[in-house]
């Protein structure tokens, strides 16, 4: 079997992330490559690290150049997929990298985003309860955001299982690549270098709804999130330090249970060893995410630190995921847990 | 005036950012440079970019070659400078780098550092309230923990104007070289590098009960405090991301009027303008420290965050400023707020 | 078809990188791994990265634990091939990372590595002119450096089509990794993060032999190789920078037509369009070597550019790479041009 | 004695680095603070490491905003500071970063840069032979650019003294400060970080000519210089490799001690001692260059690495150099030899 897939966006990091996936998939033809300001550019100068993609021409992102694929997979600016996806065919199968589908609460996206909410669609993070079946066989897939996934991951057998309160904390350092490609002074080599900052503080972080959509959807009921992005000076990655109040008598050893029970059949979340911490390095390129949980005895509190490979597992390794649940396709097709280390 | 001064530990990134500081500072001669194993060698192969002291010879670190100075600075590993400070004249100022007196508590030292308590001295932290004048003249300091320095002065405001529960999250993102110059394979530049990773999770890592001490004291009672560092790829800076719950109806002014009060006067740390969030690369090689505070509405938390170079104002130039109030000179001679950026 | 590799030297860079395409090689199935002082050890603590070995325990190196497997790969430091190569089977493919039997001239083993001499095998650059059909069915492989792959690939072409006297300047940037895992001071990464050094300086780099073989083999006479290799701020990659006289009125057309001659058929190595040079990352996890070439003028100089990733093309992916011709298979098994970018 | 400074360009990387070095100047105050796009901008904003200089508003860059003082610096794109020094008073010591004033020759200025030529001011670089009394006094003055002060520097000692053939291979790797601050997507940091790249390859860099125009000065005669820059992963530092063919028996001793005569009293130029080779760490935001030499017997060329770094003595800090010789200061006011590191 043989899948046509177009890429909206391939000039970008999402778009280029699912490329790089892509090219390594057994059952995947890849068809257009659109772009918005770099139609008609040579993906091998937008992109050099996709060697066999090197002679192809960017076409405009349409309706028309995306046509007659099985699958499209959309890597745009939000805002931007709403209009595009409703000219799509409904058998074909559409998955945003986006955002503009992954909010249920149309208040939410016009707090957080502005504009029309241009709805929700089932929502890629196969890993969360009951989610996987939702995601079998659907023709409209929304990719969750980088740091909702590991954030997300991180925190849910905790709350799910009752050990905490529902008020989380959580303070996140991204490697660069999550904002973006769009030349924004702050951004440059120079500027992110040799620095650590902090941004989007005090709620006001897009990421933040998503967070709480996806906890208060396993907790059943509302949930608290105090999110805190930070900037490090990698290109990819995300290290996510998640924590909550403990609630009775949990311990330590309760608290791993609940985290190795609730990702024991999980192929891309692994449980560390015990006292072994999470780093990015080792999730880089790779669609798997590493978590460790602990209890701090002095200040009741569980601390879990979850890691994810922005790109890869969080937005293009994951849409792949979601690709092959589509499909009908093994869930783990043309996606790996071996990190590029060091 | 000209005081001399002698560096133990000479070698070390502590010794090297003091001497850094010293060598241009206006009051001070440069006395004996001590190592331990690197006795003997010369600073310029170990310190190449003290060219100034580049054809220094490391003397063996004994009471012998630190005897005769105005001055003694001690960075040397955590239990080294107990034994050998009891053997400095009384009135030799001593300055510890290391964590030997800073804790007042016995038992806390045992368990988190072992062996036995070398007692406490004047803590070097003169912007907690009612410090300063503890330094001034003193003959015996201990400058604070990097980690520390960051996270009390970005919450102390916070915590001493009752805004917030005595209940503290902080996760801190530090450089690499506050874990020090021994070789030591998980801090080799192909394992930092393109890397974050959380370690000392739950509360054991020994800078917590600093902070909790700090907070204590300000708060006149007990303060919970979790805390958990995190590495990632930069040689210098530490960036606190501090949380609290809210009490009542505080606001984001309240917050930044109680933090703009407290540091009205404090020549090193600055409360950044509303809306402009602290960046390590903003106080590189600086004794400053920059903050910014904010609510967060729907988790009602106040969040606080603080950036400090963690061998400066976190290590050598908090020394120096204590030499400074300990000399009676004035506290920003030799030291500055201006970072190395880019 | 599925061959049993074990892997001596699990715990180092070479070993790690090899396990991390072995475990994407679908022919492979992967037998003991061995470790030196890390014997007993859980590789899953040792390299996090390789999640399906994690449980695996390293074995000590020894004839014994390596015997009855189809291929071995040695990566292990020089001098401990030889006398480990020499108990294994004449039947086992043994591909060895280390540089034990790359030089062919006793004396200039001894030169710069000192010690016997254990011999040479079969030098497992296939691009090499000539060489790939040496390596077709061969039972013992030396795997090339990794400096000594990029700089040969970016000059090979012009030397053997007489455009330059043979009197090649090579200078060269490297990441961190090819410097290996053992902990040492000035590998630390506060040392090497915003850092450039050069080291190994004047020809006494123990590549540099190496690099003069291959050119001189091509050449058929004597070569001339200033080689200088400098350390810069990232974990993995070198770029290459090669010049050489021009002879005659050979013109950037002439440079470029004989290096698009030379890699035509070639399925890892690429020579960029014209006007693109080459970057690290664009190669890096991959075993893609990026080439481009032009003429300067002025100084009558032809100057070429090529890139590798050290640890795969230059390490682990060129071991795979000789294992796949060792053994007939397709000898881009396994492997991938497609580089982890951005 | 306060002399009254304007910086024009205060935004960019220049200009920052000649205010962070001018708030700590003894003999300076700073007056005018210009802008192109960003006059009205608040420098806190834009520079927020120079604390002192938070509240100051950005001027437009016109002659009047700068009228009044007695030193301006001009850290502007080239082609603007020729026609605004042309308004500026004689009286004014007018120092120009950019590339305006540095070629002598029109035909090499249009060829590498385009549009009229200004004309030539004298050339900022005292180290040169016989330059420093041209800038004594001078009231214009031509800051080098970053890689030809280097380069330079770390070549002349050994064509003056006919050590090499006139026929110089420089390779040189710099941070990414050099680029300036304009927001370009090949310098975001996602692009930087992890990757080392060539460009201006086959003498077609700007800073080609400067390089070859300084060492023909030396000469006096002509002299063949390849230059190759590369872009690694770091903001601060060049590295520059170069080599030339030896001439006669020429040895490492010699090359030594000609390097060692030439720099004997120079300030800030520091040979280091045998065996240790230039690492760019050791200079950061210092005015210190550091150079080693040696021979390659083998190859019979001689090999010398400079290092500098490129905001500093590659620009802000040659700029506060040339104002203390302007206005008859000691030369190193201001200035220090000591870098920050690690």
Chains 1, 2, 3, 4 share one sequence.
Not at 167 to 187: E, M, N
Not at 227 to 247: D, E, K, N, Q
Not at 272 to 299: C, F, I, K, R, Y
Request: charged share 15%; hydrophobic share 40%; aromatic share 4%.
């Amino acid at each position: 079997m043989s899948v046509t897939v177009a890429v909206a966006g391939a000039s970008g990091y999402a778009g280029g992330e699912v490329l790089r996936l892509l090219l390594g998939h057994p059952d995947v033809e890849i068809g257009a490559l659109t772009g918005g300001s770099n139609a008609g550019e040579t993906l091998g100068v937008l992109q050099p690290h996709l060697g066999p993609l090197a002679d192809r021409v960017l076409e405009p992102t349409t309706p028309d150049t995306l046509a007659g694929h099985d699958v499209v997979v959309l890597g745009l600016p939000h805002g931007q997929s709403g209009p595009l996806a409703a000219q799509l065919g409904d058998q074909t199968v559409v998955i945003d990298c986006g955002a503009d589908y992954r909010l249920e609460d149309p208040r939410l996206w016009e707090q957080f985003y502005g504009g029309d909410h241009a709805g929700s669609w089932p929502y890629g993070l196969p890993e969360l309860p009951g989610q996987r079946e939702r995601l079998r066989g659907a023709t409209r897939i929304a990719v969750p955001g980088c740091y909702p996934t590991v954030s997300t991951l991180a925190t849910v057998p905790a709350v799910a299982a009752g050990l905490v309160e529902p008020d989380v904390v959580v303070v996140a350092a991204s490697g660069t690549s999550g904002a973006g490609k769009a030349a924004k002074p702050h951004l440059l080599g120079s500027e992110v270098m040799g620095n650590a900052s902090a941004y989007g503080v005090g709620g006001v972080h897009r990421h933040t709804p998503e967070i709480i959509q996806n906890l208060s959807r396993v907790v059943g009921g509302d949930v608290s999130v105090s999110f805190t992005p930070t900037l490090v000076p990698m290109s990819r990655g995300i290290l996510a330090t998640c924590s909550a109040p403990l609630r009775g008598g949990v311990s330590a050893a309760d608290a791993r249970a609940a985290y190795e029970k609730a990702y024991a059949d999980e192929p891309f979340v692994r449980v560390l060893p015990e006292g072994q911490w999470p780093q990015t390095q080792s999730v880089l390129g790779s669609n798997a995410v590493h978590v460790q949980v602990t209890v701090d005895e002095a200040a009741r509190r569980l601390v879990a630190v979850g890691v994810v490979d922005n790109l890869a597992k969080g937005t293009g390794g994951a849409a792949v995921q979601c690709l092959n649940l589509a499909l009908g396709l093994d869930e783990t097709t043309g996606l790996t847990t071996v990190g590029l280390a060091p």
